[in-house]
């Protein structure tokens, strides 16, 4: 959970539980999460410190009491609530950031799953639930104004064009705004792919005279996209690991109209190419990296 806390952007389902049972230490309602940790930044003190984690003034009657999954927890059968988690700096004990969170479950609570005590009896235990719903948490607001750390690997990467896209690219993602994102990480390939293959050209384990021969040739004629289609087969081993064309999967991306994608199509499209961006840079830099060390051995034996 502290993984939630510290990095989900808002609107990110993160699973609370999976098939939910009733019992244990469970972070169902709010008092639940009174008094857990989490890594975050200090702006006061400039450094990452421990936040841990209140409830509004209203609550505090109720710490330690609160144990009932009663109904205003819960909308037609399903968890569902919200509530505000204030996240104190334990160091100054004055900065802190404020959540608005949403708890829900995808299926009915029943009766049993709750966490009701029921008078002591000699009448058989009732037998097990058939349901077991999943329960997710998002942030639903934030306080300040959640930032996004961008990947280092990336942004030393890229220039300053295309690091300005992928910081507005990775803000609206993290707020959920699907074209927006997708807008960003479109321009970004549209852009970067020619540069991307000229950096595995340069690979050691790629082929690099056929990688030269087909960027000659979509240098005449940029228009064809043979090239993306092409290259697979001279990509570095670490490339070919997917099974599919990481170039050609970037460049279908740009190819594909906008506007016939829904806000959620748009959300899902431009997470993955984040991720297929990320995957390409980094074993690009990984090989590189390779290289410069073995540059170093060679060296050392000389
Ligand atoms: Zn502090």
Known sequence: MKEFFENYGLYKAFVLHKEYTAGGNKFVIPTD??????????EK????????IELELSYEPYYGIMYNLSDEFIVDGKLNHTFKAICRCKSCKKY??????????NDVITKDLKRMSRPISNAPAPPPPKIKPDIFIEKIGALPKIEITPNKLITNYFDRESN?????????LAQNFGIGALAYFRRIVEKELIHIIESIKLLPDSHNAEIQKLLDKHKENPKVSTIYDNIFQHLPNSLKVLGDNPIKLLYNQTSEGLHSLKESESLEK????????EFVIKKINEERSEIKDLKDIVKGLK
């Open 45 to 52: 003190e400039d450094a990452f410190r421990t936040f841990e």
């Open 164 to 172: 300005k896209w992928y910081y507005k690219g990775i803000n609206a």
């Open 270 to 277: 431009a997470s993955k190419i984040l991720v297929l961006l």
């Open 33 to 42: 999460f009174v008094g857990q940790t989490f890594e975050y930044k200090c």
């Open 96 to 105: 802190h950031v404020e959540f608005q969170l949403h708890v829900y479950s």
